[in-house]
């Protein structure tokens, strides 16, 4: 099973409006990632976490995080065509003894013009 | 500095052979870090090489292996191919590698036929 999963798994809105998605894991974290890509390219790292943070920001970017209920939400203001893209969480979690980074299965991100 | 490279960027193999692929991080960087990507699978972790060593390793078969030289640089190998290995490959580097944040080439689009 996913370690991070995102909700909704697709999203359209129209350009302007605010665009939310969300993220739930299972284990204790040291951190979360949000990463985006666009489509049929590499990721790109859009803001880090940390455990012991709720709430962060970085331009239009706002991110929460809520250890007691293990999801984190990632808050898009201002849409804009160019944010079109897929975006996935990212959460450290020990697997077989090994500290590793597991992405979710991403939300599909249309801004419509 | 430059980003992550990785060749080439498109690759059509037949089933049975094998295929390299190779992945230049970004200068200074000790980690590499290899995912596999398919609608189906979503993001999936591969392997991670820090200072030549694999440091950690996904659930992948034999058939999948790497290796990162002393300049960082790294090279995937896949063995015996499969239809199913047609994906996107992705490598990612970072200064000290998971959890911190990665920095992803632009992948590799692997197409087994």
Same mark, same amino acid.
């Given at each position: ?11 359209? %809105? ?33 803001i880090l %976490? ?19 209920k293990k ?43 | ?29 000790r980690s ?82």
């Open positions: 099973s996913q370690q991070g999963e995102e909700d909704p798994q697709a999203l359209s %809105i129209q350009e302007g409006e605010n665009a939310t998605m969300n993220c739930s894991y299972k284990t204790s974290i040291n951190n979360l990632q949000w990463y985006r890509q666009n489509s049929g390219r590499g990721l790109v790292h859009l %976490i940390r455990s012991n943070e709720r709430e962060k920001h970085s331009g239009r970017l706002r991110v929460t995080l809520d250890t007691s999801s984190s939400s990632l808050l898009i203001t201002a849409s804009r065509a160019a944010d079109t893209a897929s975006y996935f969480c990212a959460t450290d979690a020990i697997i077989q003894g090994a500290q590793k980074l597991v992405f979710g299965q991403g939300t599909r991100l249309t801004i419509n013009p | 500095k430059a980003g992550v490279t990785q060749t080439p960027r498109y690759l059509i193999k037949t089933r049975g052979q094998q295929v390299t692929l190779s992945c230049s991080p970004i200068s200074g960087h590499v870090s290899w995912y596999q990507q398919t609608p189906g699978q979503g993001l999936q972790f591969l392997f991670e090489y820090f200072s030549e060593t694999q440091r950690n390793k996904g659930n992948f078969p034999g058939r999948f292996s790497g290796r990162q030289f002393s300049n960082s640089r790294s090279e995937m190998n896949v063995s015996t191919l499969e239809l199913g290995d047609s994906a996107l490959y992705l490598c990612a580097s970072s200064p000290s590698g998971t959890p911190d944040t990665q920095y992803f080439g632009p992948g590799t689009r692997l197409t087994v036929l």
